[in-house]
């Protein structure tokens, strides 16, 4: 800092002058930087120190400090957008030569990754549970708010986040390393924040497509940077399985993730604080089952053979997918399993009965004169949730799984995987939830990255998906009543490759970039973004890394 010396500076005069100044100086603390936010002036005292024997008494003192006033901070500009944020004055916060990283003593066990990680980033040292010093960032468990929720403070040079939880904390970091990637620094005051939805996802359809672990891995990371929180993985389907099988190696395509490979991308997943939820699709899309497995396809009356159908009147079906189901169970730790059920062929022909007169049967020898297909495919469908239930992990379906007026319904504890209403008998949103069922977004209106762009399907932009999209838009463009906000867990953006070859896995990365940006945000906050769609952009642009 500046300090102003009135009076002549020549001879005796100028020496008590420039003693004077380092009197100031070090009764100042030796800083040159400046004062914390409503220190005001210098203290009084150490502008009129008295000078020195030998210089003259007759020059002036110097005068007091000038304050230096800061205006009140703005939020930080990071992505999603923080919820939260007290203004304050003062100098704010960047990494500086002295910058360390450390942790509550009670709290390295638990913090310790997180510390190390934006340590990293920062191109700071991590020193443990040391005590902070000035210019450090201090991570710490602690508080009551929600799950995922944190707290951000800036205050007297240093930087303070905690949360009741890790990845409340370590979402913090996030935000502290997009500041400053997006402006140099943290400002001054208070970030307090926390997702509008717990479940906030992208799911990669590796089935149709080999995506490699390096590519799944990167995914990752631009998912944790954007406060999302689960992978799902779509393995299984028509046209490849595409993870190591000990159970039944004859159905996994020889391009493949290894075990090794899924648990590696399964443990960085855990590290950034995301579950993967892994998808087996059945009784529909089993097609790389079939193809070793040619025994379990579906046959119509008339010898059709619809592709990837199994005859679920058939026990090998069932016995086949189970086994699948129980290896996996382990290697996926999550506490989710995505089951599937969309798009049985059977289902959606004209007249079922008279097309599959051997489901038919099978139906009412289960369920009497009114059983019908329908009630064999929900049946299957609960059959499949009773063998990955006991390991504890919540179970999802494709809406067009599920249907009513049958003799029977599917289990309760099941969670509807909304994407469409465009299948045969479509139910509306709003009947699932007026029903009590808890209901994840994937509406393919907005959240359909589909390769090729068949049947229609445009690339989505991210424009539509951060001006028109909430979580309440589980259908079409249309909101459902804001009165079932709280039955709706999220949403998950979605890459399908139905056409394989029109994209390299570079280009998709390349491509849902920004609608993924988008979709985080509105995952995180679903109001009314404050910047426009051209501002947001810009700043992605910037925070991304």
């Known amino acids: 800092m500046r300090y102003s010396i009135r009076g002549p500076r020549r001879g005796p005069a100028l020496l008590a002058a420039a003693v004077a100044l380092v ?43 000038p304050s230096r006033t800061y205006p009140l901070s703005v939020a930080p500009q990071v992505v999603p957008a923080v919820r939260a944020h007290q203004a304050a004055r003062g100098p704010g916060w960047k990494p500086g030569p002295g910058t360390g990283v450390v942790v509550a003593a009670k709290d390295e066990a638990a913090l310790g990754d997180e510390a190390e990680l934006i340590a990293g980033e920062l ?37 303070r986040i905690t949360g009741p939880d890790q990845a409340g904390v370590f979402y913090g970091t996030r935000t502290l390393l997009q500041s400053v990637r997006s402006t140099g620094s943290m400002p001054e005051g208070t970030v307090t924040d926390a997702p509008a939805k717990p479940q906030r996802g992208l799911m990669v359809d590796i089935a149709r497509k080999y995506f490699t672990a390096d590519w799944i891995e990167g995914r990752l990371r631009e998912m944790a940077d954007l406060k999302l929180n689960q992978l799902g993985l779509h393995f299984s389907d028509d046209q490849g399985f595409r993870i190591a099988s000990d159970s039944h190696p004859e159905v996994v395509s020889e391009r493949h993730l ?18 993967v939820v892994p998808e087996i699709d059945s009784p529909g899309h089993l097609g790389a089952v079939i193809a070793a497995h040619p025994d379990l396809q579906l046959v119509s ?23 699948l189901l129980r290896e996996y169970a382990d290697l996926f730790p999550g506490a989710y399993w995505h089951l599937g059920g969309d798009e049985y062929v059977a289902l959606m022909a004209k007249n079922p009965e008279a097309s599959y007169p051997q489901l038919a049967r099978a139906a009412t020898a289960k369920y009497g004169p009114s059983g019908r297909i329908q009630d064999l495919a929900t049946d299957w469908l609960n059959a499949r949730a009773a063998v990955v239930r006991p390991t504890g992990k919540a179970l999802r379906a494709w809406n067009d799984g599920f ?25 509306t949103p709003t009947s699932y939830l007026s029903a009590g069922r808890k209901v994840i977004n994937y509406n393919d209106q907005y959240l359909y990255y589909v390769l090729g762009k068949p049947q229609l399907f445009p690339y989505p932009t991210g424009r539509l998906i951060y001006e028109q999209w909430t979580p309440l838009v589980l259908r079409g463009t249309t909101p459902v ?65």
Not at 31 to 37: I, T
Not at 403 to 427: C, H, M, N, P
Request: aromatic fraction near 6%; charge should be positive; include cysteine.
């Open 481 to 545: 009543p804001a009165r079932y906000d709280a039955q709706i867990l999220g949403g998950s953006f979605a890459v399908w490759c139905d056409l394989a070859n029109s994209q390299t896995q570079y280009q998709v990365a390349d491509g849902i970039r920004m609608p993924l940006t988008a979709t985080a945000q509105k995952l995180w906050d679903a109001r009314k973004p404050a910047l426009s769609w051209a501002e947001f952009r810009a700043l992605a642009q910037r925070v991304r890394g």
């Open 23 to 65: 009197t100031v100086a070090a009764c100042s603390g030796g800083s040159s930087g400046a004062p914390p936010a409503g220190t005001g002036s210098a203290p009084s005292s150490a502008a009129s120190a008295p000078a020195p024997s030998g210089a003259s008494t007759g020059a002036p003192p110097p005068s007091p400090t």
């Open 123 to 159: 191109r700071v040292p991590y020193r443990g549970t040391a005590a902070a010093r000035p210019g450090d960032v201090t991570l710490a468990l602690g508080g009551q708010g929600a799950a995922e929720s944190y707290t951000l403070t800036v205050r007297d040079g240093g930087v």
């Open 301 to 323: 009356a008339t010898g059709r053979r619809p592709a990837g159908t199994v005859d679920i009147s058939e026990p090998a079906s069932a016995k086949i997918v189970d086994e």
């Open 403 to 427: 249907f009513r007026g049958g003799v029977t319904s599917a289990d309760r504890d099941l969670q509807v995987a909304y994407w469409t209403g465009k299948e045969i008998g479509a139910r």
């Open 258 to 275: 290894s075990k090794a490979e899924v648990r590696r991308i399964v443990a960085l997943a855990q590290r950034l604080h995301i579950t």
